[in-house]
Every structure is written in C-alpha cells, then in structure tokens.
C-alpha cells in the first residue's frame, strides 16, 4: 500500500504552509485579543 507515501508526501505540503496557517492564526488571535481587550476598556471607562 501507498498509504505512508501519501501520508509522508501531504506532512512534507503541510509543514510547508504551517508558517502560513500560524500568521493567518496569530493575526486572528491578535484581532480577537485586542477586540476584547477594547471592549473591556469601553465598558470599565464608562463605569
């Protein structure tokens, strides 16, 4: 069987985009940290 060929072959792509897929990652972690963070500033200035 060519199962571990294409599961070998498809790591080998996968760890090629990983840097990609975790900038996409950081930058929507990022976004939703400083959303929240905002949010809580917003509702603890106006108390």
Request: net charge positive.
């Amino acid at each position: 069987m060519t199962s571990t060929e294409n599961e070998s072959t498809h790591y080998k792509v996968m760890r090629g985009d990983n840097t990609v897929i975790y900038i996409i990652a950081a930058v929507i972690l990022l976004h939703f940290v400083a959303g929240i963070g905002y949010l809580i500033y917003k509702l603890t200035k106006k108390k």
